[in-house]
């Protein structure tokens, strides 16, 4: 297995040298320079982007920006940073990229590049599994009385404002502190991309928190960099094709996604929510 990443790689870098006959745009040059790709991520988005307990930053889009380090022949630095800071970072130069479960949206796609879509995914509600049964949509949280929470500068508190003006809104600093909410009981929803959702209503099952099936919205997750660079914008959606046709891109998601044993690198007050399924 590890030999056939290795040469998987190597190939895949082989590839893009062959598109890219030089180094050239601000943020490349900068890469070659320091012979480090920076990627800023906010880590309170399992599965794409958690901390671990011994403090590293994992998930789904974290192996997306090892994997494109290692095409690159670079080393990979991880910054973590809070969602509603990261593009603000990413305009000042202080990151190459962010990857981050951020949704390629018209506004912000008028001020970043974007690569991708990685992954396709939408909002979902998390609730109690009591008040679930007696819900028959996202539709029937828009009324008065009943609290909704979502994270802050995110298109869930976008979602909030445009599908459930009649709720009471409630905006967390980000998504885990929305959960949290939920499970203090101090709100009777959360509405969150359906990747966080899915894994929340796994972990923490327990405790009665359930997601809804399906998202009911659309949205693609991209790389968002400096508008400044379009060969790097090209550099990293001919990468995202290739992780595609490979199928690396799949395994990725069917081990990020399907397969739980990665929560076991958690923090101990989340492995032992696990624990306790």
Same mark, same amino acid.
């Given at each position: +297995?590890?030999?056939?990443?290795?040469?998987?790689?190597? +190939?895949?870098?082989?590839?893009? &040298?062959?598109?890219?006959?030089?180094?050239? &745009?601000?943020?490349?040059?900068?890469?070659?320079?320091?012979?480090?790709?920076?990627?800023?991520?906010?880590?309170?988005?399992?599965?794409?982007?958690?901390?671990?307990?011994?403090? #590293?930053?994992?998930?789904?889009? +974290?192996?997306?920006?090892?994997?494109?380090?290692?095409?690159?022949?670079?080393?990979?630095?991880?910054?973590?940073?809070?969602?509603?800071?990261?593009?603000?970072?990413?305009?000042?130069?202080?990151?190459?990229?962010?990857?981050?479960?951020?949704?390629?949206?018209?506004?912000?796609?008028?001020?970043?590049?974007?690569?991708?879509?990685?992954?396709?995914? &939408?909002?979902?509600?998390? #609730?109690?599994?009591?008040?679930?049964?007696?819900?028959?949509?996202?539709?029937?949280?828009?009324?008065?009385?009943?609290?909704?929470?979502?994270?802050?500068?995110?298109?869930?508190?976008?979602?909030?404002?445009?599908?459930?003006?009649?709720?009471?809104?409630?905006?967390?600093?980000?998504?885990? /502190?929305?959960?949290?909410?939920?499970?203090?009981?101090?709100?009777?929803?959360?509405? /969150?991309?359906?990747?966080?959702?899915?894994?929340?209503?796994?972990?923490?099952?327990?405790?009665?928190?359930?997601?809804?099936?399906?998202?009911? #919205?659309?949205?693609?997750?991209?790389?968002? +960099?400096?508008?400044?660079?379009?060969?790097?914008?090209?550099?990293?959606?001919?990468?995202?094709?290739?992780?595609?046709?490979?199928?690396?891109?799949?395994?990725?998601?069917?081990?990020?996604?399907?397969?739980?044993?990665?929560?076991?690198?958690?923090?101990?007050?989340?492995?032992?929510?696990?624990?306790?399924?």
């Amino acid at each position: +297995m590890i030999k056939r990443l290795g040469l998987w790689l190597a +190939m895949t870098a082989l590839l893009l &040298g062959l598109a890219l006959p030089a180094w050239c &745009g601000p943020t490349l040059d900068r890469i070659q320079e320091r012979g480090v790709l920076v990627v800023g991520t906010d880590p309170t988005y399992p599965p794409l982007t958690a901390k671990a307990a011994d403090g #590293t930053i994992i998930g789904y889009e +974290m192996d997306l920006a090892r994997y494109l380090a290692a095409a690159l022949g670079v080393k990979l630095e991880i910054k973590a940073i809070p969602f509603v800071e990261l593009l603000s970072a990413l305009a000042q130069g202080e990151v190459d990229l962010a990857i981050s479960g951020i949704t390629i949206t018209p506004k912000r796609n008028a001020k970043f590049m974007f690569a991708g879509p990685h992954l396709l995914a &939408g909002q979902s509600v998390l #609730t109690s599994r009591e008040l679930a049964l007696k819900l028959k949509g996202p539709a029937s949280l828009n009324k008065p009385g009943i609290k909704v929470a979502a994270a802050k500068d995110t298109t869930s508190e976008m979602v909030l404002k445009d599908l459930l003006p009649k709720a009471e809104h409630v905006v967390a600093a980000n998504q885990e /502190a929305a959960l949290k909410l939920l499970l203090a009981r101090q709100v009777q929803a959360v509405v /969150a991309d359906f990747p966080f959702c899915a894994v929340a209503s796994f972990r923490h099952r327990d405790r009665g928190v359930v997601a809804t099936e399906k998202p009911f #919205t659309f949205e693609p997750l991209g790389i968002a +960099m400096s508008p400044e660079d379009p060969l790097l914008h090209n550099l990293v959606q001919n990468f995202i094709l290739l992780l595609q046709g490979s199928g690396r891109l799949e395994a990725m998601q069917n081990k990020w996604f399907k397969n739980p044993d990665w929560m076991k690198l958690l923090p101990h007050e989340d492995l032992a929510a696990l624990r306790a399924r």
